[in-house]
Structure formats: C-alpha cells, structure tokens
C-alpha cells in the first residue's frame, strides 16, 4: 500500500502498524558511494547531511533486506512499516524487510525535473559536496596500511544494535565484520544502565530522565543488558578483553570487546557490585554518570544534586583502580571530573565529547580546562562524531585536531558512541576507520601520530589500568 509523508503525521500510520507500505523518500547516509542495510529515510531531500530532520515524524529509520545505494533522483521502498512509541534513540516509525522498487516517474517528468525549480538545493548540488570532504581511494588504502600492526579502539560504542533492548527478538546488526574490514581492534561496547528512565525531549534534541527508578530496577535491568552483549559476543564470535594481556595482543582479525556499562546506576551506589560485575559480565570498564543523576555524582545535562562527585562515586573509583576496571568520566560535570582526577590512581578516560571554547549550559562538550583533568591523569579523550557537530570525516579529523591543540597529542581518541546518537554520525560503521586515519594523515599528522590517535593512546590508559 502506497502512502506519503503528511500521512505519517495522521491516524492512517497507526492503523497501518504491521502493514506493507511502500513509500518514496531520499536515503541519508555521510557516504553516498556505501549501499548500506541500516540508514534513515526522509521526504525531501536535504540541504545536507547534518539536516536529518529533529522531528521524529519527518524521517523513518529502515532496515533493508539487502544493502542499498542513495540515489539523488529519490528511492521508493517497500516494507512493513512499524509504529513506535517509546523508541530509546527517539524514532517514530521503521520500516523493516526494506527492498529497492522501481522508481513510479511518469515519462518525462522526473523528481530531478521536479526539484529543478529549487535546483541549489536539490541533492544533485549536495551530493558532490559530501563526497569532496572524503578522502580518495589512494588516501584511505595508503591510510590502511600505514594503521597496520596499530591496537586501534573506539572508546564508546553501542555497535551491533546491543542496546535495542526493547526488542530482543531482532537480530543484531554484523559488528565483527566490519570491524575486521575497517581494521578496528578493539570496541567499548556499552550496555546503558539507565536506560528504562530516559528518554528524548519532545523536539528530540535532548535526553532526560523521566522518572525515578523502582530499587532494583536499573540493577536488574543490567543484568538483562550484560546478557544481550554476551550473546552478541557469542553470535558474532568477537573476543572478550579481560587483561593487560589480551589488550596488548589484540589485532583487527580477531575483533574484540571490552565490556562497559555507560553510567554506574546499576551500583546503586554499592562499590562491591563493581567486583560483582568484574567477575560475572567480565565488566572492564564503567561511565560512572549517565543521563540521570545518579548515586554517584552529577551530569552535564541536568541540574546539579551533589556539587560533582558523591562519596559513592569515590568509592567506586577506588574499587576500580584496584580490580582493574577502566574509570570513564563522560557525562558528568567538570567539578565531578575535578575530584575524579584526585581520586584515581589510574589514567581516567572522557569518553566520548568533543572541544567547545565556552560550552553552554546542559552542553555535553567540554572546555579546555575540563579536557586537561583527564589529560593530566595521563587520560585520553575521545571525540564524538554526530554529523551536527561533524558533518563528515574531514571535519571530524578537524575535531580531533582541535582537542590536540587543547590536550596535546598523547591524549586524544575515538569515541564513536556508535548506534547511540540521535542523529546520523560521521562514523556510522567501523568499514570507515581508515577514512577517518586518512583524514587525520590529510590534516597533517603524520603515521606515528595518527596511530596514537586511532587506538594508541587508548591501548596505553587501558594497560595502565587493567589486571
Ligand atoms: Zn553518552
Ligand atoms: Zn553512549
């Protein structure tokens, strides 16, 4: 059954929840040369790749049967459309067991004649644009080889769809295989510990907590959480990072996890579930505060309850300093920081922010001096690539130079957060790692120091802190 985009705003969607559909939309990817499997619709085409639509009832998040390739000229799918109410990344509708059909253009009439009236900013003036911040082919390979033989990590990632975990009967999305095509080692893979009690705003621009938890409920929930990574793990034959050891041997043809929880809600508070969760999920590293302010200290994104870092929150510290679990202070506010960096006797890692001069309030970027209390810990700080901040791997190169300039080289990383973001990313899929080397190497960094920011430093802060 046909419908159009005003439709999706009217009671028609919702009775056609379960219902093959075909619909006409553009595909947004950062990649229009990629056919991908995962990626979002939209009813007109953008002026570019940052502008995926903020309202969650202009765009359809598909799952393809087969990858497929963006065309400028506009692509009609068909699938089973599916409603969604309370979707953790904030989308209304998917279309699942998505296929290419023929596109329905009368003779002579086309949608590229259709969009002429507006040409500048049809897709045929945007799609040139994303490709030219791409570096070409002979950069990416020569970028490829000069990674060779490098531990490279993604400090923050929810890859392979671990955190949908409101629908386990879906299967996971391939994360072992791009892994090993984009030679990323190592990935943090982060279940989300309060995940049942956030949620986006209305205009999705924001997550907040929306209810107060039941005790036990953020506890149980991990379990669950911890579960679904394990089989993740197991269906996709990755390897699990336990040691020192292991971290040092790790190698893009074996890829490997390190288990992390993002935010330390399950604790409640109780340090001695650090060891609980060491032992039984072989947790390795934790994000102490999330979208909600826990037992442990305050967020970035909310008013402040603690005046930073509770006395649980140094409690925990210790008790991952002597297990050997990595300490993560992404998230929290910088006088949380602040206290951490007295705290630890170990590096501490940001995971995933990127540099603002001055942030504003509820920002998740951080200033120079925040950035520097987890640098002088011997940290590393990885940068976060959504394409509102990064519309492509260029930029997010620029990124990353930019918290060089403020930390200095040996401290700086990737933290994709990836299938995490409300919106699209610059670095959707680990296939793209030796872009993102290839951009660092056009900026100006030579092999040494590209490596140190793809994985280096990060495989030094994990050494210094792991068993
Ligand atoms: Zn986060
Ligand atoms: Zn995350």
Known sequence: MRIDWPD???????????????????????????????????????????????????????????????DSNGVRLTGRLVCLDDDEMGWRYQLREARLMPSPVAPGFTRRAALAGGALFGLSSWAPLALAADPDAAAIAAARQAMDGAVTADLHSHAGAVIRMREPNLPFVPLAAPM?????????????????????????????????PAPG??????????????????????????????????????????????????????????????????????????????ELGDIQTEPTEHNGLTEAGVAVIRRCNARGVI????????????????????????SHTSFATSPGRFSRLVSAEHARLVARTGGVIGIWPPTSIFPDVTAYAAGMARMVDAVGIDHVGIGSDMMGL???????SY??????????????FNAADMRKL????????????LA
């Open 8 to 70: 999706l705003r009217t009671q028609r969607a919702a009775r056609l929840h379960g219902v093959t559909i075909d619909i006409e939309g553009w595909i947004v990817t950062d990649d229009l040369s990629e056919a991908r499997n995962h990626f979002a619709l939209i009813g007109e085409p953008s002026c570019c790749i940052a502008c995926l639509p903020r309202d969650p009832l202009a765009r359809i998040e598909v799952f393809a049967s087969t990858p497929i390739m963006p």
């Open 180 to 212: 090993r095509e984009g030679r990323m080692a190592v990935v943090c893979l982060a279940v989300v510990s309060d995940g049942p009690v956030i949620g986006p705003t209305d205009n999705n621009t924001r997550i907040r907590p929306n209810r107060t």
């Open 217 to 294: 409920e953020l506890y149980s929930y991990a379990q669950i959480a911890f579960g679904r990574l394990q089989q993740l793990v197991r269906e996709q034959q990755l390897g699990v990072i336990t040691s020192a050891a292991a971290m040092r041997a790790a190698h893009p043809d074996r890829p490997s996890v390190l288990v992390t929880s993002e935010g330390g809600d399950f604790l409640e508070g109780r340090p001695e579930r650090v060891d609980e969760a060491y032992e039984k999920w072989n947790l390795r590293q934790i994000q102490l505060t999330h979208y909600r302010v826990n």
């Open 327 to 350: 300490v993560d202070v992404a998230h929290g506010t910088t006088s949380l920081v602040r206290r951490a960096a007295e705290v630890t006797t170990k590096p501490l890692i940001l």
């Open 422 to 428: 409300l919106g699209p990313s610059a670095l959707p």
């Open 431 to 444: 296939s793209r790692l030796p872009a993102v080397a290839a951009a660092l190497m056009a900026r100006g």
């Open 454 to 465: 793809v994985g280096g430093n990060y495989l030094r802060v994990a050494l210094a802190n």
